[in-house]
T-cell receptor, first 114, second 114 residues
Framework: GENVEQHPSTLSVQEGDSAVIKCTYSDSASNYFPWYKQELGKGPQLIIDIRSNVGEKKDQRIAVTLNKTAKHFSLHITETQPEDSAVYFCAASLLPRGNYQLIWGAGTKLIIKP | DTEVTQTPKHLVMGMTNKKSLKCEQHMGHRAMYWYKQKAKKPPELMFVYSYEKLSINESVPSRFSPECPNSSLLNLHLHALQPEDSALYLC?????????????FGPGTRLTVT
């Protein structure tokens, strides 16, 4: 079955610097890759997603890149702020058949140092 | 309104108790989910309801019994739980028309089984 590996497990960056979180998936048929942010005491929240027909997507300070050949996708956060501190999960899915079932990475705890 | 609400926020129950978790959304979503999340782990899918019918049961023990009384409500009935069932239980919902694959999560119920 599909497997998603996520690295690093913890990332500490200085406020204002950039953060990059990387994921690798195993099933080349996967075509939907969301990123969720989970703050303490809250449920996960979608921050950005990308489909396999697109190589990059940006939304203000957040961007996601996808390399289908290498089966890698990455989350980039620029000009990090204290409110970016959270756990970030990548996921993969096969649409439309698997649109309910997200295969999750293990998560990255992002710490923004003031 | 993009909110999924869950009650109670916290629940402590003994192994012989019967309790229920409740979830509600008013976004018109026709897919609703139960997830279990252990500390420092990603959410694990338990059940999916589509148009009020159970469509996915991820081999969850029968001591967990889901119910979808109507399109806005989702319940999880708990009976004879084990201490290892202690976790954060998350409810989520999403559209069924595939215009968006985003899953909206509630804040969760923190369950402790004693």
């Amino acid at each position: 079955g599909e497997n998603v590996e996520q690295h690093p497990s913890t990332l500490s960056v200085q406020e204002g610097d950039s953060a990059v979180i990387k994921c690798t998936y195993s099933d080349s048929a996967s075509n939907y890759f969301p990123w969720y942010k989970q703050e303490l005491g809250k449920g996960p929240q979608l921050i950005i997603d990308i489909r396999s027909n697109v190589g990059e997507k940006k939304d203000q300070r957040i961007a996601v890149t996808l390399n289908k050949t290498a089966k890698h996708f990455s989350l980039h956060i620029t000009e990090t702020q204290p409110e970016d501190s959270a756990v970030y999960f990548c996921a993969a899915s096969l649409l439309p058949r698997g649109n309910y079932q997200l295969i999750w990475g293990a998560g990255t705890k992002l710490i923004i140092k003031p | 309104d993009t909110e999924v609400t869950q009650t109670p926020k916290h629940l402590v129950m003994g192994m012989t108790n019967k309790k229920s978790l409740k979830c509600e959304q008013h976004m018109g979503h026709r897919a609703m989910y139960w997830y279990k999340q252990k500390a420092k782990k990603p959410p694990e899918l338990m059940f999916v309801y589509s148009y009020e019918k159970l469509s996915i049961n991820e081999s969850v023990p029968s001591r967990f019994s889901p119910e979808c009384p109507n399109s806005s409500l989702l319940n999880l009935h708990l009976h004879a739980l084990q201490p290892e069932d202690s976790a954060l239980y998350l409810c989520a919902s999403s559209q069924e028309d595939r215009s968006s694959y985003e899953q909206y999560f509630g804040p969760g119920t923190r369950l402790t089984v004693t």
